[in-house]
């Protein structure tokens, strides 16, 4: 780059190319009129001398497309939720488009002021993973703003999603629990008040009724889904009158925080408790001891995801249930060695 300083012009482009800004245009979106091969040199030759860089968002707001997709999470130190924006940043830069990420800090309000800056945006389309379920998708609706919501949706919502049975996984990791023996079996949940809270509730409660094993509300703790909620929750459940062998934790950082409190008590895992998580990520592995997990797939949701707003009707409403895994480590009391599942991806 020479003598050019500051923004460049498509003007100085053609000055400098000794021909017209339209032929400069044609060179740099490879049309709509042909030019010839020795101008197009010259016009290249040009943009690299004077550093020209072509306005994109002009070019696409001119398309009617910005190539740009926004997403939306209630708080990204959540492993999981970390490992899901890279996967769905992965999968989109994959398709020549951007996503920008916007972190609610677990806020309804500010979910919907960041919603609002997307709209304002021109972006193309929204993931959307909420604070809560009941997402409000009217301002999108009315802006034709295709909306994807990572996970299961109300009755006569009007928007696609991408998830998988939360109920069905925590009975699955209750289950497990009571396959180890543990007759006993409490859980720590996430807010009440939310709905996939309620859904890993009734997973754990289904399993103990079919087991034989009524779910107790003294075995039941409720916490925040952060290490510090799981921490203070597993302290209220070790100082209680009636300890359970085993439980299901809903959350990852919920689980760590209890591991820090069993540690404190000197309460062994598993051989006093047994321990099963929900949304396991790579944290789980390296854990002492190694966490047994609910894993969610991080990269099956972000193709469907993406697949749904690209190549679907994006204001169809239509729904792809993926498949949860339950990853056996140490801490329910399984056989486990270190294998090549536990690298980071």
Same mark, same amino acid.
């Given at each position: 780059?020479?003598?050019?300083?500051?923004?460049?012009?498509?003007?100085?482009?053609?000055?400098?190319?000794?021909?017209?800004?339209?032929?400069?245009?044609?060179?740099? @979106?490879?049309?709509?009129? %042909?030019?010839?091969?020795?101008?197009?040199?010259?016009?290249?030759?040009?943009?690299?001398?004077?550093? $020209?860089?072509?306005?994109?968002?002009?070019?696409?707001?001119?398309?009617?497309?910005?190539?740009?997709?926004? /997403?939306?999470? %209630?708080?990204?130190?959540?492993?999981?939720?970390?490992?899901?924006?890279?996967?769905?940043?992965?999968?989109? !830069?994959?398709?020549?488009?951007?996503?920008?990420?916007?972190?609610?800090?677990?806020?309804?309000?500010?979910?919907?002021?960041?919603?609002?800056?997307?709209?304002?945006?021109?972006? *193309?389309?929204?993931?959307?993973?909420?604070?809560?379920?009941?997402?409000?998708?009217?301002?999108?609706?009315?802006?034709?703003?295709?909306?994807?919501?990572?996970?299961?949706?109300?009755?006569?919502?009007?928007?696609?999603?991408?998830?998988? @049975?939360?109920?069905?996984?925590? !009975?699955?990791?209750?289950?497990?629990?009571?396959?180890?023996?543990?007759?006993?079996?409490?859980?720590?949940?996430?807010?009440?008040?939310?709905?996939?809270?309620?859904?890993?509730?009734? &997973?754990?409660?289904?399993?103990?009724? /079919?087991?034989?094993?009524?779910?107790? *509300?003294?075995?039941?703790?409720?916490?925040?889904?952060?290490?510090?909620?799981?921490?203070?929750?597993?302290?209220?459940?070790?100082?209680?009158?009636?300890?359970?062998?085993?439980?299901?934790?809903? @959350?990852?950082?919920?689980?760590?925080?209890?591991?820090?409190?069993?540690?404190?008590?000197?309460?062994?895992?598993?051989?006093?408790?047994?321990?099963?998580?929900?949304? &396991?990520?790579?944290?789980?592995?390296?854990?002492?001891?190694?966490?047994?997990?609910?894993?969610? %797939?991080?990269?099956?949701?972000?193709?469907?995801?993406?697949?749904?707003?690209?190549?679907?009707? %994006?204001?169809?409403?239509?729904?792809?249930?993926?498949?949860?895994?339950?990853?056996?480590?140490?801490?329910?009391?399984?056989? $486990?060695?270190?294998?090549?599942? *536990?690298?980071?991806?």
């Amino acid at each position: 780059m020479g003598r050019y300083i500051g923004k460049v012009t498509r003007r100085e482009v053609a000055l400098a190319a000794g021909t017209s800004e339209a032929v400069v245009s044609y060179v740099v @979106n490879n049309g709509p009129r %042909p030019v010839s091969s020795t101008t197009r040199q010259k016009v290249l030759d040009a943009i690299a001398e004077t550093g $020209y860089r072509p306005n994109t968002i002009a070019r696409s707001l001119a398309a009617g497309s910005t190539k740009t997709y926004g /997403l939306i999470v %209630p708080n990204i130190r959540n492993p999981f939720l970390a490992a899901l924006a890279h996967a769905l940043q992965q999968e989109m !830069f994959s398709t020549g488009r951007m996503l920008l990420l916007g972190d609610s800090d677990d806020n309804k309000e500010r979910e919907n002021e960041i919603l609002r800056t997307f709209i304002e945006r021109r972006v *193309d389309g929204i993931i959307w993973y909420g604070v809560d379920r009941d997402v409000d998708m009217r301002d999108a609706h009315a802006a034709r703003v295709p909306v994807v919501v990572l996970d299961k949706t109300p009755a006569g919502s009007e928007a696609a999603s991408v998830f998988i @049975n939360e109920t069905e996984a925590a !009975f699955e990791a209750t289950k497990h629990l009571i396959d180890h023996g543990r007759t006993s079996v409490g859980i720590i949940s996430g807010p009440r008040k939310n709905l996939n809270s309620q859904d890993r509730i009734s &997973g754990w409660k289904q399993a103990l009724e /079919l087991n034989s094993n009524g779910a107790s *509300d003294t075995l039941s703790f409720e916490a925040d889904y952060t290490r510090g909620g799981g921490y203070a929750a597993a302290k209220a459940m070790f100082s209680g009158s009636l300890q359970p062998d085993a439980v299901f934790v809903s @959350n990852e950082l919920q689980a760590l925080g209890l591991l820090a409190a069993a540690a404190e008590f000197g309460v062994r895992v598993p051989q006093d408790l047994a321990v099963v998580c929900f949304n &396991g990520t790579i944290n789980s592995a390296f854990s002492t001891p190694t966490l047994t997990a609910i894993e969610q %797939p991080t990269r099956a949701i972000a193709k469907a995801s993406i697949k749904l707003l690209l190549e679907s009707d %994006p204001f169809m409403v239509e729904s792809i249930e993926c498949a949860f895994q339950l990853r056996r480590r140490a801490s329910c009391g399984c056989d $486990y060695e270190r294998n090549t599942f *536990d690298r980071d991806q």
